[in-house]
């Protein structure tokens, strides 16, 4: 059964593939429509539904529909691959806004929806995007609400700045879709009553009553593994099917799983009712009700829920021990189920009992949940929830739902709790439970210190995660932090922790309930559920190169936005083209010895299985090659060295059928005269395994180490900091298609940043030459480096595959088998010395550094460098280093946004604040002290110093670091610490340094007949906006033949990257592609113009008027001019890196009790030089701030102990969503001093500015180190924060036993 969309294989966590799916009644003559994840949907659930996508709501042809203009116009595109899903939960939003109500409701002013910005914010929260940061997208989708301020909104394509003005957007009028069309709601009124597929020869059955379900469930082919009973199917995203299935039975049809009954005594809720629905139901009730909807509101995205089932989830809850909110919430709230069992009999169960039996059989169908009304009177209900993104989509660390029926105490006028029901959930125990003990204890108690500190005490006694569990000690604190928040609101003058900004992931569902009013706070905090996003750009505009420097929209943007821009598996399949998925192995070093394929339906699929044996005769094991530094094999073969190796491709008749094969492998290892694994820096270390780095790549030591470290007052002789690895999460996960042509060539379409790479490997692999191999690359869906030396592995292992098959052969990696192989960043240990004065100046530094490099070379050679070129950001003195690159039998680690500076920036940040810390100094006075004057600047950075003019990060620095504002906002962190108990602020200020490098690349530039232009360059568009750049460049370098100076830029198209077309295309990368591009187009452009002028000159001499472009382009071919030039364009040897300079300020605040953590403001500041184009510059800053901010914070790199990824999908790996990036986010680019000897001055953009995201990470350690004060922390000052800084560990950090040792104190304060 195949789902509705073209294959995204994400499983629902993404949004990539959200589209609108319409349903008619025909009796009532009405249309609801809501959101749906397409690849959760199968076909056969949307029968006599509408179903519309992002091209279905415009497009080139018909004109686009103003949410993808407006997108287009903010610049909130970037790869484009998580667009057209932003598009449709945007344009479903806004369908939901502006249907009419009932009772009617005053229309939005003409040009607005009646969307709220706050709704706006949500509409997108379940979508994830990993170039643009998000703030553009939510201005797109601001721009719709009537009650924003337009003015606030970002830089776009509709004003300037102070003209912002509703008329001058796209216009936008509510029912401009139709989205369901009169001829379906014809058929359908034509079918009434409905045709009801059944039958043993379908694989579909809808089963209209629970009398037709169980004869289906009694039939003779009815077995448990084959057949799937399914309501929505989303559970799929959570739990993947592990075979085909062939038979299908939805039960949605079913009239009591549908129903909805109120009534005084409660609400009934029919299992198939929707969450979303569900949510309606209950906001319209009681407290009790309400409380339970807006803890429903967080559960997974708003595309899931509309569609997800209560009954899926509690079925989820108890069969699967799925960690479910709603099984929590409920189960406080005294809720009852009625399942229908195998044997027929109807049962009326507590849900409590029902979560408790052995999980049910596939037979037991779940009918409905019955809540109890509680009323409002004395009753007091809360629910919590502690997940990495507040607004949902992310699975809870543990979940809590309390409910307290309370009287007044008479003899103190106190609370009396008369009964009270605890449930917790998600923390790693077999499902939620009441924590009955604790209830007992609190029975008839009027709530106290000592009280609370005994609840607690019993609580840990209930709270068992068991075996297996991630961080369970953090969950065990977290339970009781929310019972700790719970019960001191019921105490009598107990400092009740403020429920103030919802941060990240820890939601407690707002004030209580009930009649009984809280104790007034102690300790005032800034109260406020919802910050808004704010934003804020500066930024210069030239016009000096023009169109160069206007910050146009990005080029094919619209076909982005619409769905119509076409990816690697968005090209038809061709003829007989089979699909391809990897079998990997587990286990980090072992022969394989045999690979079998458990029986079952999906392993009836496999047509072959390509291994290493399949490679020609003339060919090699290789799969991806980085000049100089050695190859990596693309099979393992016969021995896997790395868990996650591929060892063979699984060829099957559709992509599905291939993934689902695949899984089917059983693998036979032996580990028999094989060394054990080396998988830790330090295993490495101990047994001499490195990859060594060529002279010329090796960082130079900086003068006399021990010289300068006996000048220094004092000394740190041994810290010690650690970073993880990071992910991609590129939304377009790898993919390849492999085309085999005549006469041994072939021609391969991958989605790669090396397209010449990937030549050079498949040539190698299949030991034919070079012109035998055309690779195409059109554009990418994320690269972040990922898709340089990775990418080369899927296209290598097509074509192997197509070559051997001779057909076409395609692959498209599921998420999880991308996440496994793809390696990513790399993960390092730092240990460090050094030295400094009594003023903080810094005499000397020895790091010795290890990185965890995995199998094979890839550019790990590369990682010394640029680690030491961003740690040079400060003059250390003497700077002495040992960098061990080792080698691992891990995955192998590549280049990823930023390699290695980030790190090395990092590593200077945590030196600099040990020594602030050991002197008790303000550490932006340490980090000013030790910025690089000139004269330092060129002993460490040599050439790319450059001159003084251009050295602008001083005055950045000081522009943040040294205003009045942010001495203001220092003040106001310490004001808001001294008042604030639970709640932790943090503010600091970090420079960067960042070194890139200049590299010959090719362009070409050819004018076709009617004046239209084709530009070839060697730089690939991953979504950096390199196309745009180069369109702007040919304009302006064309210009001078054109009448009013200015090149034609609409003219101008980009074309696909062609390996034969255009040779020594080298990589993109590294920060420069776009510039170093641009540079060979406009020598390109020069040469053309060269040819033309005198065309151009004498047309003018006969006409006396400047001749059009198309008259110049006419004449030039009837006088045979060449009008196709290619440059190569080399940099001046004298000048071929340079530096590039920002600085960031974060403030943050972190809440002791869960560990969360919100960004409150960012500001960012950053030299662009001239840019090229500002929108897309502004783009790049904000979107590697933001895939920074995940890096430092949030995303949890997992391994197994044989190194095995285990966090490898949308489920346990947690990007930034628009719930996390920064309330307020504020950029500014400048331009120091122009240099011509960059590209027409500009600077780079792509990599450096995600450095400044350690700002973030900085700013957590002084929010931690207020809590440490606070809570009289061991070392309270001085400790190691590593990265990523997830919420557990900010928790750790601030201790796990904070409220244990607060109740103690209390405890002991009223005893004496
Ligand atoms: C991206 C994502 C994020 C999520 N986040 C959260 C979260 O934060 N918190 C949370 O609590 N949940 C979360 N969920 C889980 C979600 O709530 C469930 O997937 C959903 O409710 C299941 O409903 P469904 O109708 O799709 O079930 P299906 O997928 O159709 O079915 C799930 C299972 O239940 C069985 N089943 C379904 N209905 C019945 C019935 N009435 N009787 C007997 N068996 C039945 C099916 O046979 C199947 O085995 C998330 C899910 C996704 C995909
Ligand atoms: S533009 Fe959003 S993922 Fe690339």
């Known amino acids: 059964m195949g789902e509705i969309d073209r294959g995204i294989p994400q499983v629902g966590g993404c949004g990539a593939c959200v ?147 509703v008329g001058k957007l796209p216009e936008y009028s509510a029912d401009s879709v139709c989205t369901f069309p009169d001829f379906l709601k014809s058929e359908i009124k034509s079918l009434i009553p409905p045709e009801v597929i059944t039958g043993d020869d379908s694989s579909w059955f809808h089963p209209q009553s629970i009398r037709e379900l169980h004869s289906l469930s009694d039939s003779d082919w009815f077995d448990d593994n084959s057949v799937k009973i399914v309501a929505s199917n989303t559970g799929s995203g959570v739990y993947k099917d592990q075979d085909l299935h062939d038979k299908y039975i939805d039960i949605k049809g079913i009239p009591e799983l549908s129903v909805i009954n109120r009534s005084s005594k409660g609400v009934e809720i029919g299992a198939a009712v929707s969450i979303a629905k569900a949510i309606e139901v209950f906001s319209d009730g009681t407290p009790v009700f309400s409380k339970i909807a807006d803890h429903l509101s967080k559960v997974a995205t708003p595309f899931v829920r509309n569609t997800a ?62 809540v109890p009304d509680w009323g409002s009177e004395n009753v007091i209900f809360e629910t919590s929830r502690a997940s990495p993104r507040p607004f949902g989509n992310a699975v809870s660390y543990v979940n809590s739902a309390f409910l307290a029926r309370t009287s007044l105490y008479a003899a103190s006028g106190g609370i ?194 390509i291994s290493a044996k399949d490679i020609p005769n003339d060919g090699a094991n290789i799969g991806s090659s980085f000049p100089m530094f050695g190859d990596e094999a693309l099979f393992g073969d016969p021995v896997s060295e790395f868990a996650g190796q591929n060892i063979g491709i699984v060829i099957a008749e559709t992509q599905q059928y291939a993934y689902m094969a695949a899984k089917q492998a059983m693998i036979e290892y032996s580990t028999e005269k094989l060394e054990p694994p080396i998988l830790t820096i330090e295993d490495a270390i101990q047994h001499d395994s490195y990859f060594h780095t060529p002279p010329f790549l090796a960082p130079t030591q900086i003068g006399d180490f021990d010289k300068e470290m006996s000048k220094a007052d004092h000394k740190i002789l041994s810290g010690e900091v650690k970073l993880e690895s990071q992910y991609y999460f590129y939304m377009e996960t790898q993919t390849a298609l492999a085309i085999p042509d005549e006469d041994n060539c072939i021609t391969v379409y991958s989605s790669t940043q090396t397209p010449e790479v990937t030549q050079g490997v498949i040539a190698k692999c299949l030991g034919i030459p070079l012109h035998n191999v055309r690779v195409i690359t059109r554009r990418v869906g994320g690269g972040f480096g990922g898709k340089a030396m990775k990418g080369c592995h899927v296209a290598c292992a097509v074509a192997v595959a197509a070559f051997k098959m001779r057909r076409p052969v395609r692959m498209y990696l599921d998420r999880k088998t991308d996440m496994i192989m793809a390696g990513g960043r790399h993960p390092m240990k730092a240990k460090y010395s050094v030295g400094f004065k009594s003023d903080g100046t810094l005499t000397a530094l020895r790091l010795d550094l290890g990185i965890n490099a995995g199998i094979s070379p890839d550019i790990s050679a590369m990682m010394p460098m640029s680690i030491i070129g961003a740690l040079k950001k400060y003059n250390w003195g003497a700077l002495s280093f040992d960098v061990k690159v080792c080698k691992t039998n891990m995955s192998s680690k590549s280049a990823m946004r930023a390699p290695g500076d980030v790190q090395g920036s990092f590593i200077a940040e945590a030196i600099i604040e040990h020594v602030a810390s050991m002197l008790g100094a303000d550490t932006n006075a340490v980090r000013k002290k030790n910025l690089h004057g000139i004269d330092s600047l060129k002993v460490f950075y ?96 064309l210009g001078p033949l054109c009448p009013d100076g200015e090149g034609p830029l609409d003219m101008v198209r980009v074309i696909q990257a062609d390996s034969l077309s255009m040779i020594q295309g080298g990589f993109t990368g590294g920060s420069t592609t776009s510039e170093n591009s641009c540079e060979a187009v406009r020598l390109s452009c020069a040469e053309l113009v060269e040819r033309l002028m005198p065309i151009k000159k004498s047309l003018e001499a006969t006409s006396g008027t400047r001749p059009s472009w198309t008259a110049l382009i006419a004449q030039a071919t009837m006088a045979s001019v060449n009008l196709a030039a290619h440059a190569y364009w080399k940099p001046d040897p004298s000048f071929v890196s340079y530096l590039n300079y920002g600085a960031g300020v974060s403030e943050v605040e972190v809440d002791v009790l869960t560990g969360a953590m919100t960004i409150l403001r960012s500001d960012l500041v950053y030299d662009c030089g001239q840019s090229l184009n500002p929108a897309v510059d502004l783009g790049q800053v904000e979107g590697a701030f933001v895939q920074g901010v995940g890096f430092f914070t949030n995303e949890e790199y997992a391994t197994n102990a044989d190194g095995l990824v285990i966090n490898d999908g949308t489920w346990t790996y947690k990007i930034p969503t628009v719930d996390t990036i920064p309330k307020q986010l504020n950029v500014e680019l400048i331009n120091s001093a122009p240099d011509h000897k960059r590209v027409l001055s500009s600077k780079a953009s792509g990599e450096p500015p995600l450095l400044l995201a350690s700002s973030v990470h900085c700013a957590m350690r002084e929010a931690i180190r207020a809590a ?9 000052l001085t400790f190691q ?28 304060a009223a005893k004496a």
Request: aromatic share 8%; proline share 6%; with cysteine.
């Open 19 to 165: 589209v609108l799916i319409s349903k008619y009644d025909p009796t009532t003559d009405e249309v609801t429509e809501f959101s749906a994840s397409s690849c959760l949907t199968l076909v056969n659930s949307v029968n006599f539904c509408s179903v519309t996508t992002s091209e279905g709501i415009g497009n080139t042809r018909d004109g686009y529909h103003p949410v993808q203009q407006r997108l287009s116009g903010f610049h909130a595109s970037q790869c484009g691959f998580c667009t057209p899903g932003m598009c449709m939960s945007i344009f479903s939003a806004l369908v939901k806004a502006d249907k009419p109500k009932p009772g009617g409701e005053p229309a939005a002013p003409p040009g607005f929806s009646k969307l709220t910005s706050c709704e706006a914010e949500h509409a997108v929260s379940g979508n994830l995007c990993r170039c643009t940061g998000y703030r553009p997208i939510i201005d797109a989708c601001k721009s719709f609400a009537a009650d924003v301020d337009l003015e606030d909104l970002g830089l776009n394509t509709f004003w300037k700045k102070g003209c912002a003005d």
């Open 942 to 1037: 040599g050439d790319a110093a450059g001159e003084e003019p251009t050295y602008s990060l001083v005055t950045m620095f000081d522009k943040l670091a040294a205003s009045p504002e942010y001495k203001q906002r220092v003040a106001a962190v310490e004001r808001f610490n001294g008042g604030s108990r639970w709640k932790k602020r943090g503010i600091s200020c970090v420079p960067i340094t960042y070194e890139v490098r200049l590299r010959a690349t090719p362009g070409k530039v050819s004018i076709l007949n009617d004046g239209s232009i084709a530009v070839e360059v060697g730089g690939i568009e991953i979504g950096q906006g390199l196309w745009t750049k180069v369109k702007q460049m040919a304009a302006f370098g």
């Open 1281 to 1308: 924060m590593d990265v990523p800084a997830t919420m557990a560990t900010v928790k750790e950090l601030c201790g796990l036993d904070v409220v244990e040792r607060h109740l103690e104190s209390l405890s002991a």
């Open 1268 to 1276: 440490r004060k606070e809570f009289a922390v061991d070392s309270p």
């Open 309 to 370: 089932t209560i009954g899926g989830n509690l079925i989820m809850a108890q069969r699967l021990e799925f960690p479910s909110d709603i099984a929590t919430v409920l189960l406080a709230a005294g809720s009852t189920v009625t399942i229908a069992t195998a044997s027929k009999k109807m049962l009326c169960l507590t849900l409590e009992e029902f979560l408790e039996q052995p999980p049910c059989d596939v037979r037991t169908i779940l009918l409905s949940v019955s």
């Open 416 to 609: 009396l709790i008369e009964d009270i029901c605890l449930a917790f959930g998600a923390y790693g125990g077999n499902h939620a439970i009441r924590a009955r003990k604790v209830e007992e204890f609190l029975k008839g108690k009027s709530v106290s210190a000592p009280v609370i500190l005994e609840a607690v005490r019993l609580l840990k006694e209930a709270i068992l995660p068991s075996e297996g569990t991630t961080h369970p000690e953090y969950r065990v604190s977290l339970a009781v932090s929310f019972l700790f928040s719970f019960l001191s609101s019921l105490a009598n003058g107990l400092d009740e922790p403020a429920k103030a900004i919802a941060p990240n992931g820890s939601c407690a569902n707002g004030i209580m309930n009930g009649s009984v009013k809280s104790s007034p706070q102690k300790h005032v905090e800034v109260a406020s559920d919802y910050l808004p996003i704010r934003s804020r750009q500066e930024m210069v505009f030239n016009d000096e190169y023009k169109p160069v420097g206007k910050p146009v929209m990005k080029a094919g943007v619209e076909l982005q936005a619409s769905g119509e821009a076409v990816y690697v598996d968005d090209i038809p399949a061709p003829k007989d083209c089979l699909y391809g998925a990897f079998i990997y192995s587990t286990h980090p070093h072992a022969h394989i010895k045999s690979v079998n394929f458990k029986s079952s339906l999906a392993s009836q699929k496999v047509i072959t299985v």
